[in-house]
């Protein structure tokens, strides 16, 4: 028996925001944010696309989007590689979550609470070991709570979570285990299958339930994962030896060409000449790219004008 990684994006959203998912993500954030509790009693899965409904907002799309019974809204990421300014990019998409929800004349008093979950394959918070971390606004020296609380950052670092199989013993534990190690599982532990919602992921993550085209998708995303990970050293090095820009093209012509083949001497120019930013912005977006069509529209939109 095979299972598909929960780390890499396409096997995060099939196990945690299809259709079929809703009691799995109710069980899974009861168990993050509420230490096991039944706080969260239902919840909408919502389209994680979260497009620019403000005039100069950025386009960015979510692993998971989900609306609560108490009208929380619920965004969570799985970030397996540490990337520059990933911190603000977590920041802005619960910032951009709590703005886009109004519209002109609406009141404010129709804002609804955001809480930005998300999961990283690093340590991101050198000063403590705690797996997970809660952050709320805190006036700076008395640390009262803000009379409107209404955004909450909460991160789960998997490489500070040392647990093994035999030392599970809550719902927190389990989950958090399932996220961390279900990509070298051969068979769904026995301690992991007592909680139905679990035991139902493990359903979904079984690679003989996916469709040919599933997999297809599952497996372009693990070899540019993988691309990811030996590129970014390489391409350190490069930006230390070449200069900064010089390094990050190389590094995102490699990757593009893993994913859509050989580059035309057009896209190629008009990458070299972007700046570092707009290199970062291609990184996150080249994986939605499908062909090299996709490319080109990306380039002719983002593109420094002659």
């Not at 971390?133 to 803000?146: G, P, Q």
């Not at 896209?267 to 939605?288: M, V």
């Amino acid at each position: 028996m095979r299972f598909i990684n929960p780390k890499i994006d396409f096997a995060f959203k099939k196990i945690f925001g299809s259709s079929q998912s809703t009691e799995i993500l109710i069980s899974f954030l009861n168990a993050i944010l509420y230490e096991g509790e039944s706080i969260i009693e239902s919840l909408e899965i919502l389209d994680p696309y979260l497009g620019p409904q403000i005039a100069g907002f950025k386009n960015s799309c979510l692993d998971v989007k989900a609306l609560l019974n108490d009208g929380k809204f619920v965004i969570i990421e799985m970030q397996v590689l540490k990337v520059q300014a990933f911190g603000k990019r977590v920041l802005y998409n619960a910032a951009k979550t709590y703005a886009i929800q109004l519209t002109k004349g609406e009141s404010y008093k129709n804002l609804r609470p955001v809480i930005a979950l998300t999961i990283t394959d690093y340590k991101m918070f050198s000063d403590n070991e705690e797996v997970i971390s809660h952050f709320v606004f805190k006036e700076k020296i008395r640390l009262s709570d803000y009379i409107q609380n209404d955004i909450e950052l909460v991160f789960v670092e998997l490489p500070k979570f040392k647990k093994e199989l035999e030392q599970l013993e809550s719902l927190t534990d389990k989950w958090i285990y399932f996220i961390k190690t279900t990509g070298t599982l051969d068979e769904v532990p026995q301690t992991m299958a007592t909680v139905p919602e679990i035991q139902k992921a493990f359903e979904i993550a079984n690679e003989v339930s996916l469709t040919p085209e599933e997999l297809n998708k599952l497996q372009q995303e693990e070899l540019f994962a993988q691309d990811q990970e030996s590129s970014v050293a390489l391409g350190r090095e490069e930006g230390r030896q070449e200069g900064r820009q010089e390094g990050q093209v190389r590094l995102i012509m490699r990757l593009l060409s893993r994913c859509l083949g050989q580059l035309d001497p057009d896209s190629q120019t008009k990458i070299s000449k972007l700046p570092i930013d707009k290199l970062e912005n291609l990184a996150e977006a080249l994986l939605d790219f499908s062909n090299a069509e996709d490319l080109t529209a990306w380039l002719e939109a983002n593109s420094l004008k002659d």
